[in-house]
């Protein structure tokens, strides 16, 4: 097999890159490929193959100008870059859980036949982690920083427990909705040990669950949150942070939404744009491939180990303490 064969075999599996603020997940996804398609088209291309040819030419030793055909192996072009283009002009690149154009953060990204492992991302229910930062005294039209201003309002009345009270609210009644959507009988000793281990996920598609929120910096006008959560978008979260806003009496706006975590991948596993290329991306791949083995393995069969501490961490009332660095 060719370096670029054997290259495109090192392409099958997951791994992830940091999308940043202001690109659309397709144009990340299109410059990823193009980055791929360059590196397996630079690799060394196979040797051509030799076919013989009968060529016209002197007879050696003829002071006669007498021409003779000569058996000659000469290389056929047939395959030759400069004929039939480049050796590979497309890749099938699939995207996990997607970011809109003003969010940042870890972005999961599958080539070849990983592709079917977001599959089993999505099935699995995983949880997410995500900076959201807010500031109060404003409301906008699309709930982020830069929209189209509709109030202003004072929020000299707001305060770090105020704030505090309201997103344990907020965390406590997500919490009901996951053993809602669940479908799970409390009453059962499956159902206490899945949530003790923090387990317990819903069963189909469910609305935007929340299972941790706490505040980690409050300095009026701007505060930052911390949330764990599960079958949300972007547009959700600065929903929330509006919502967040009219609870405590005034308003708010979103400023910034960062995903840390996505499933069993973190910022430390997200390649940056400078490192898009494809040595980085095998690598990443490989490294990845047994943590994406076994943590599917004990998401989607979560009765098999009773020591999982899980990708979605504790469902305690603390929320992200224990796990934060998944």
């Not at 995983?126 to 004072?154: P, Q």
């Not at 919490?175 to 387990?199: F, H, I, P, W």
């Not at 098999?304 to 501490?309: D, E």
């Amino acid at each position: 097999m060719g370096s670029r064969r054997l290259a495109l075999a090192q392409l099958h599996g997951l791994f992830a890159v940091y999308k940043p603020p202001g690109m659309k997940w397709k144009h990340l996804r299109d410059t990823v490929e193009l980055q791929l398609l360059k590196g397996l088209n630079a690799g060394q291309p196979p040797a051509p193959e030799q076919r013989v040819r009968f060529l016209l030419g002197p007879v050696e030793g003829s002071e006669e100008k007498a021409l003779t055909l000569t058996a000659t192996s000469v290389p056929a072009l047939t395959n030759h870059p400069l004929v039939c283009g480049p050796a590979f002009t497309s890749l099938k690149i699939g995207v996990g859980h997607r970011l809109d154009a003003q969010a940042s953060g870890v972005l999961v990204l599958a080539v070849g036949h990983g592709r079917s492992l977001l599959t089993d991302m999505y099935n699995a229910h995983l949880t997410k982690d995500y900076m959201v930062r807010g500031l109060l005294g404003k409301a906008t039209d699309d709930f982020c920083e830069d929209g189209r201003l509709v109030e202003k309002s004072t929020y000299d009345h707001v305060t770090r427990e105020k704030l505090d009270r309201i997103l344990a609210l907020i965390q406590g009644s997500h919490q009901k909705a996951l053993v809602m959507y669940s479908n799970l009988d409390l009453q059962t000793q499956e159902a206490y040990d899945m949530a003790v281990r923090g387990l317990i996920r819903p069963m189909n598609k469910s609305p935007m669950l929340i299972i941790g929120i706490r505040c980690l910096h409050f300095a009026p006008p701007e505060f930052l949150l911390e949330v764990r959560c599960m079958h949300e978008t972007q547009k959700q979260l600065r929903k929330l942070v509006h919502e967040i806003g009219l609870e405590l009496k005034t308003t708010a706006v979103c400023s910034q939404v960062r995903r840390t975590r996505d499933g069993f991948f973190t910022l430390d596993d997200a390649l940056l744009r400078t490192r898009w290329d494809l040595h980085s991306i095998q690598d990443a791949i490989q490294a990845a491939a047994p943590r994406v083995a076994v943590e599917l393995e004990k998401s989607l069969r979560p009765g098999c180990s009773p020591t999982l501490a899980g990708p979605g961490g504790p469902s305690s009332a603390s929320g992200l303490e224990n796990d934060a660095g998944h």
